[in-house]
């Protein structure tokens, strides 16, 4: 079967990309022998181990291109903003000019202000003699008023023209950065795809069976830490209160913002994952926590990393529904967040996962896990 040049393309860059997220290729088996069971588990754990690096990577540079995208978008705007003031500016200057020229022609058509101050002189009445001088005054003030805002008006014409290229150069920069970044995401999910395409049917189920139980173990290890911060928080609340002092709740209702962000997200449930999507058809991690919130007329920064310092950071026995919870890969470094997820309560939480999966309702992992954020306005 003949390949097209894309094909050709493709297949001569994916060992380069695998490489490129350090991680060992696995060839495709051979035809005339599928792999023993023990082989087969120890290939399945390398593709496992392979996979899961590829999707935190995917996962990190969807974050990367995020943040590409809505500096881009600010760029754009701030340009759009100094294009018009120059438009702005470059009427009100026609304006001024033409007003100020029609203004000294009449003034010097009539005789200068010498003529006008002459003919004050020669009036028989005080009072219009007072007229007349208040009159040339002002034609002759209001004529250098404007003439001086003209001069103004230049300067920030100049101004302006050096900010728009200022400003050019800058969204130039921001979406050759952010293609790049796109590309980067490209580059992995392809990978990604070719080396479960690669290894054989038997190597594949076992890698679902794996993901399928160490999915079940880490909602198991969430829910016991969870149990035990909350038993522990109620230990020293009780504590507290036999002895004579009080305790604020440990776990706080959540707010009608918060409720609204859970029911907005609800709504989305089944909408397909995709990088760099906001809604409100399809979404990415923290494409899918920004829209909830923004429903609720709370407006969250637009990615998993920024949005970790869009409010306080509650302990574990002090999650309440609406908060958002994060995964980084070092649990040690907020830098390294790459995934954000809503928490409904009862250990659950609404999330966008991956590529290929769907907005979902699922148990919160303990893997990863590095805090949580109570969005305030």
């Not at 087969?40 to 995020?66: I, P």
């Not at 100094?82 to 007003?99: F, H, N």
């Not at 029609?102 to 028989?124: F, H, I, K, N």
């Not at 079940?216 to 149990?227: S, T, V």
Request: hydrophobic residues 45%; charged residues 20%.
């Amino acid at each position: 079967m003949l390949r097209t040049v894309g094909d050709r393309r493709c297949l001569r860059r994916l060992p380069a990309l695998a490489a490129l997220a350090g991680l060992v290729v696995l060839g495709a088996p051979a035809a005339t022998a599928a792999p023993s069971v023990g082989d087969a588990r120890q290939q399945a754990a390398q593709l496992q181990r392979a996979v899961d690096s590829l999707e935190v990577a995917a996962e990190q540079a969807t974050e990367d291109y995020d943040g590409a995208q809505e500096r881009l978008g600010v760029a754009v705007q701030r340009y759009l903003t100094a294009e018009s003031a120059l438009d702005t500016t470059l009427r009100r200057s026609s304006v001024a000019r033409d007003t100020a020229a029609a203004r000294v022609r009449a003034l010097y058509e009539s005789g200068g202000g010498v003529a006008l101050y002459a003919s004050a002189v020669d009036s028989s009445s005080i009072t219009d003699a007072l007229d007349r001088v208040q009159l040339a005054n002002s034609i002759i003030e209001d004529s250098r008023s404007r003439v001086a805002s003209t001069g103004a008006a230049v300067r920030r014409l100049q101004t302006l023209h050096a900010r728009l290229a200022t400003l050019a150069a800058e969204q130039d920069r921001l979406q050759q950065q952010a293609a790049g970044k796109a590309q980067r995401v490209r580059d992995l999910l392809a990978t990604r795809q070719w080396m479960l395409a690669a290894a054989d049917q038997r190597v594949r189920d076992l890698v679902a069976a794996d993901r399928l139980a160490r999915a079940e173990a880490e909602a198991r290890a969430f829910a016991a830490r969870l149990a035990a911060a909350r038993e522990q928080a109620l230990a020293a609340q009780q504590a507290a209160a036999a002895a004579g002092t009080t305790l604020p709740a440990t776990i706080t209702a959540p707010t009608p913002v918060a409720t609204a962000a859970i029911a907005a997200a609800r709504t989305r449930l089944g909408a397909p994952y995709v990088w760099g999507a906001t809604g409100p058809d399809t979404f990415d991690c923290s494409g899918l926590t920004g829209w909830a919130y923004a429903q609720a007329g709370l407006r969250l920064p637009r990615t998993s990393a920024e949005q970790w310092y869009a409010g306080p950071h509650p302990s574990l026995a002090e999650l309440a529904p609406g908060d958002l919870l994060f995964w980084a890969s070092d649990t040690s470094n907020p830098a390294t967040i790459h995934h954000v997820a809503l928490y409904i309560g009862g250990g659950l939480m609404i999330a966008a996962p991956h590529t290929g999966a769907v907005v979902t309702v699922q148990p919160v992992y303990w893997s990863g896990y590095i805090g949580a954020t109570r969005p305030t306005g």
